[in-house]
C-alpha cells in the first residue's frame, strides 16, 4: 500500500514537472517572438529570408516596372509579417507578369538560368522571342471584329497566327513554372532556416529562464547543492522547448496512469 502511494506521488511529482518545463518553453518561445517589435530587420522572423531574396533580386527587372524602385520593403513585409506561403508566391507571380514587357524577357531568364535554376537552355527551355509574344498578346488582346468583318490595323502581327499565339502562351506557361519552381524552392529552404533558428533562440531563452529560476531556488533552499541545481535547471532549459507541445498530453497521461494505479490498489 505505502508503495503504490510513493508511486502515486511520484508519478504526480514528475506530470509537475514536466507541465512547468513546458511552460518555460512556451515562454520562452513566446519571447522570441515578440523580438520581431524590438529587435533590428524583425529579429529571428527575418532568418530564412535571404533565400527568397535571391530568387526576388532575379526577379528584379518585372518587380521594379510592377512595384517601382522599392519594390524589395513591399514583398518583404509579406515574409516578416507571416503571409501564408501560396499566397506569397502568387502575388509575386501575378507582379512578375504585370512587370513583363517588351524589354526584361531576356534578362529574367539570364538571371533565373544564372542563379542555380537547372533548366537549361535548349529543349525545354523558355523560347525568348516566344515569351515576348506572349507579351505583346497580354499587352494587346484581340479586339471586337471591324464592321466590315475584319480586323484593326493595329493588331499585333502574331494575332494572325494560331501556332505562334499557341507558342507564345506555351513559353508564358514554361516561364511561370520556372518562377514558381524558384519561389518555392526558395520558401522551403527559408521556411527550414526560420524554424531551426527559431527552436534554437527559444532553447537559448529557455535555458537562461531556467537557470534564473535555479538561481532563486538556490537562493531560497541552501541545502541543495549548487551544482546539482544548475545541473537541473540547464537540463530542464534544454528539453522546455522540445517538451512545450505536448507537455499537456504527458501530464494528462500521467494522472490517468496515477488515477487507474489508485483505483488498483483500493481495490486491493
Not at 59 to 80: D, F, I, M, S, T
Not at 129 to 141: C, E, G, H, Q, Y
Request: proline share 7%.
Amino acid at each position: 500500500m505505502a508503495d503504490s502511494t510513493v508511486a502515486t506521488q511520484l508519478i504526480e511529482h514528475v506530470g509537475a514537472v514536466i507541465l512547468a518545463t513546458g511552460a518555460v518553453g512556451t515562454a520562452a518561445s513566446a519571447l522570441v517572438d515578440a523580438s520581431r517589435g524590438l529587435l533590428p530587420n524583425g529579429g529571428v522572423s527575418a532568418c530564412g529570408y535571404r533565400h527568397i531574396r535571391a530568387v526576388y533580386e532575379a526577379l528584379e527587372p518585372a518587380l521594379r516596372v510592377a512595384l517601382g524602385p522599392q519594390w524589395e520593403p513591399v514583398l518583404r513585409g509579406y515574409w516578416l509579417n507571416g503571409t501564408p506561403r501560396d499566397q506569397q508566391i502568387n502575388t509575386v507571380i501575378a507582379m512578375v507578369r504585370l512587370g513583363l514587357n517588351d524589354d526584361n524577357p531576356q534578362a529574367l531568364l539570364d538571371r533565373l538560368l544564372n542563379a542555380g535554376a537547372t533548366l537549361a537552355r535548349g529543349e525545354g527551355a523558355v523560347d525568348v522571342s516566344s515569351l515576348k509574344d506572349a507579351v505583346t498578346l497580354i499587352r494587346n488582346p484581340p479586339p471586337p471584329p471591324s464592321p466590315a468583318g475584319g480586323v484593326e490595323a493595329a493588331v499585333p502581327p502574331v494575332l494572325f497566327d494560331p501556332v505562334k499565339t499557341q507558342q507564345a502562351f506555351d513559353a508564358l506557361g514554361r516561364f511561370d513554372a520556372l518562377v514558381r519552381a524558384r519561389l518555392e524552392a526558395a520558401f522551403e529552404l527559408a521556411d527550414h532556416d526560420y524554424r531551426a533558428k527559431a527552436r534554437l533562440s527559444a532553447a537559448g531563452v529557455s535555458i537562461l529562464l531556467a537557470l534564473v529560476c535555479g538561481a532563486a531556488f538556490a537562493y531560497a533552499d541552501a541545502t541543495v547543492p549548487d551544482g546539482v541545481v544548475w545541473a537541473g535547471a540547464t537540463l530542464l532549459g534544454l528539453l522546455a522547448v522540445p517538451l512545450a507541445p505536448i507537455a499537456k498530453d504527458l501530464t494528462s497521461a500521467l494522472r490517468a496512469a496515477s488515477d487507474a494505479l489508485k483505483t488498483v490498489t483500493n481495490k486491493g
